[in-house]
Nanobody, 119 residues
């Protein structure tokens, strides 16, 4: 059973930084064709924050471009999300997702880590 475990969430002030980590139980990290971070705020739909393919192709959601950075360490089976210049609107539950194939999956989700940004 593939598991993804997020960590690093918490409380930050506006303008501050946090780094999220997502550790995969799958030792063959290259199993994941694409890894991504998503977030969902209360009353809103889940949205893409950032994604990175096994070849290092990166995509960011418009609201985080220039502030967030996604990276992956294949040796540690971990994907990171460095979040800088945090805003109150970044407050959400952040989920890690791993997909064996972008479209057909299978897709795996972590349970999420809460990020709260105070003004």
């Amino acid at each position: 059973q593939v598991q993804l475990v997020e960590s690093g969430g918490g409380l930050a002030q506006a303008g501050g930084s946090l780094r999220l980590s997502c550790a995969a139980s799958e030792s063959r990290f290259s199993f994941f064709a694409i890894m991504g971070w998503y977030r969902q705020a209360p009353g809103k739909q889940r949205e893409l924050v950032a994604s990175i393919t096994r070849h290092g192709i990166i995509n960011y959601g418009d609201s985080v471009k220039g502030r967030f950075t996604i990276s992956r360490d294949n040796a540690k089976n971990t994907v990171y999300l460095q979040m800088n210049s945090l805003k109150p609107e970044d407050t959400a539950l952040y989920y890690c997702k791993g997909s064996a194939h972008r479209l057909v999956g299978p897709h795996y989700w972590g349970r999420g880590t809460q990020v709260t940004v105070s003004s």
